[in-house]
């Protein structure tokens, strides 16, 4: 069905149509935010809760830009609020979301170790990132999404993007340089 | 590391570089160790970066299933609360702080009981037109709820008549006017304290649990079901869920209160927790023939608000929700310029002339100047109420607020005082009476401010409200000044509760002013409710440029009140003028017979404020008047025409204001003619239309003439007048922003 007609529908009142549309969203929202760095349990919540924002809010979408648009403006709010929040301070889980990148199987058991050290660590240094930083790295470089979405999503000029992946990636190198260097003392 | 060499190892990473500019840049970094380095570890980043690009992270397929299932147990439980509230209304008994399981059994009792209160409408809504297309883990269910409703004899078919709702809506809205005074001393039937336990926030998950007995309760279909009298509660058709639920909720906690039958239902807003923004939806003033009713009566407004939130809206490039404009706050955004003659605490001014934009209308601009009491040197005792909860904490919000408060302590004398409160988990006083002569103690307890918790709203009013009157200054100004992104999501205490204690307050001459700060959670009803409570104003603040204007300005006249309950009664006469509309104000129109009744509360205009206000006019003889007349059989066609253009000094109409000073008791009332005169427009007539048609615009009003944005610019422009700070000028952006998104 059309997705317009769907959101109108929702509007309307209908609303288990909504369901449609979440099936539509849901991968697109769950990858964006899992590739942040997170738990597959904590991103499903993450989009569950970014849905349910979204439903809530439904009424002042209105047509201005795509729908994936918006939600995953939603999911990124949802997830910058999760990496600010006492919970993640907490428990600085992020160095578990490495369970979710398989390691090719053509390597040895010990190069895998030491990528899933090195993805440890980009995660690790990723959460501590500034939200505008963190948001521009993932969703170009780690999503492949152009910098002109980006710079729509952030309205920000395409300039500003370019300088905010490249700023996000010295501060990951120089971080991650550092907790290697911790880590071998 | 510098930026520059790095931003040329990203363009030479993917491939933007012309082959020699490679070749070179390429030969640059092999010549320095340092630079191979680092473009060692840059690539070595990003091909890590493209192995988790190339990796596709999946839902497993039941994802939906869930969402939707928390989306109803959320819409469930907030309809359970509306329902409870709903009975104990009719039956006037406050419950508050009993178990929620308790409130529950009654409600469920007496919906049992009542099973003829159902909204087919708001059935359908939440069920779906074609409850088999979903069925895979919805319908049977609802099938079955369908079938429970049947057999009760429920007539599903007969559609709710939603027409008359609006006329339903003011029948009991002026019954519960008239009904008020009489009521506020109602004995209560039941009333239990708050205890903090229970203020903790209904979870949706609870829910099961509090459900003592789901098989027998036909409990899980209630969310479907809505109360016919719930729909003129929310002035909406049927039950819109989610975030769009009807004003009036109670609060988060399942207590439930009568609603405030001093404010108007549609103002109240509601306390759905962690919403998105909120506004409370209304209509527009609507146009009047002087021959139905020649007498228009309003309580006057000096918030601004809306105007800075649109103006948040159009910034980021979205335009903001129709609901969130009032024109009336978008003219007095701006200052005009108004002779000062005070024998009054204000003088009165008018300008008549027709619409720039609408050939056929006219406009009459009102105008209201308070006089500079600063000068009188009042003593302040302010205590600042600082939301310090964890949706504070942003360099918009918590940042905001640490720089306007700054602002304001350097604006303030040493005869002053200051008190600071927060609140977020509970509530805390970091000051109590500080002299400002220890301003760095002040400086210093405001800088180191921090956000953390949930926000416990209540709790810091009471305990502002108690330093307040703790350190009141007999002859001097007592204000508590809210600043908060009005989220006021855990608390003991429902809406009606602070309403009525910050109604108490105002009484004992200390006054409210709440200042909203930052996006997200913005609950904007609640924050002009709370201000027009405690008569005082409510601001929002986007940057720290509107910080200077409110704390170094606006706040300093609103502080200082001038005169209170002001209110503006105008007589139009029927001789010259056909029809009326007043633009904006829409929520301040008062009855007839409000305007003599001192008991009647109203707006307040503080130190060198000015309030303005346009009317729509249309004169009789005109072709426009005919047109509106022609639905009449008998009205009688306009006189002769002539006479009323001829005669330039008639008079149109008659101004009468009433207001107090700000301590008395008794109201003064002030009379004024207004006649037609020749003078040409001034830059300031003008420039309020602009503001007036641009608000409309936005507002998409059902009464808009046939003007574009590209019109109210260029009409804008042309009236800039001095405007030394530059907002007259900023409007100009924010209209081309509307008229660019327009597209």
Redesign the interface.
Known sequence: MDEEQLIKQVQN???????HL??LH??LI??II??QGLRHEV??DL??ET???A??????F?F?SKFSTWLIRIAL?VTNGYF???EFKNQRSAEKGLS???TTQLKSPEEQVIDQE??GS?YNCLAKLKNKFREA?VLV????QSYEFVAELS?VPIGTV??R???A??L??EC??NSTMQGDK | ?N?QT??K??DLIEGRLSALESKELLAKIKASPELSK?FK??Q???N??N???Q?????NTN??????E??RS??QQTFIRRLIMQFTKSQKIIFSGVATTALLLVTLKIYQENPEVVNKQAYQ?????DSRE?SDF?SPQNESEREDLKLKNLDLDTPIVTAPIASKVREQESSLQASRSKNENTPIELIQKPKKDFGQKLEAKQLPETRINDKDSNFKGLEGVALKKEVFASGDT?V?????MPVGSIATNGIVAEIDQRSRLSDLPTS?PE???RYATYTENPIIAVQQEAISTFSIDVDTGSYTNTRRFLR????P?TDSIRAEEFINYFKYNYPAQYEKPFSLNYEFAPSPLEKEKFLLKLGIKAKDARIEEKPWHLVFLIDVS?SM?ADDKLGLVKQSLTLLTNKMRATDKVSIVTYAGSAGTLLAGTSISDKDQILKAIEGLTS?GSTYGSAGIQEAYQLASKHFMPNGVNRVILATDGDFNVGTTSTEELVNLISEKRKSNITLTTIGFGT?NYNEGMMEQLANKGNGNYFYIDSFGEARKVFEQDLFGTIEVVAKDVKLQIEFNPEHVSHYRLIGYDNRLLKKEDFNNDQIDAGEIGSSHTVTAMYEVVLTGTALAEKLNSEYRYQPKSKEASIAKKDLSAELAFLKVRFKAPTGDKSELLTFPIVKSAKEPSTDFNFVAATSYFAQLLRQSQFLGDYTYPDVLALAEKNLGQDKEGYRREMLELIKNADS?KK
């Not at chain 1, 470089?141 to 492949?144: I, S």
């Not at chain 2, 994802?63 to 939707?68: A, E, G, N, P, T």
């Open positions: 009142g209908e609303t288990e149509e909504y369901r979440v099936n849901q991968n769950y990858r899992a590739k991103a499903e989009a569950q849905f349910i924002k439903f809530r809010g439904i009424h002042s209105r201005e709010n600010n929040s006492k979710l990148i398989e090195k993805f980009l790295l470089a780690l999503d492949g309205s370019r300088s992946i490249n700023r990636r010295l990951l190198v991650m340089e | 590391m930026n790095t931003n190892f990203l680092q570890s840059y070595e980043l990003v890590l970066e192995k988790i690009n990796k596709n992270f999946e839902l994802f939906s299933v869930k969402v939707m928390s989306i959320e819409y809504a939440t069920i779906g037109k979903n919805l049927g819109a869920p989610g975030g769009r759905v919403s998105n923004e980021m490039g979205q335009m929700p964890g904490q953390g997200g998104l």
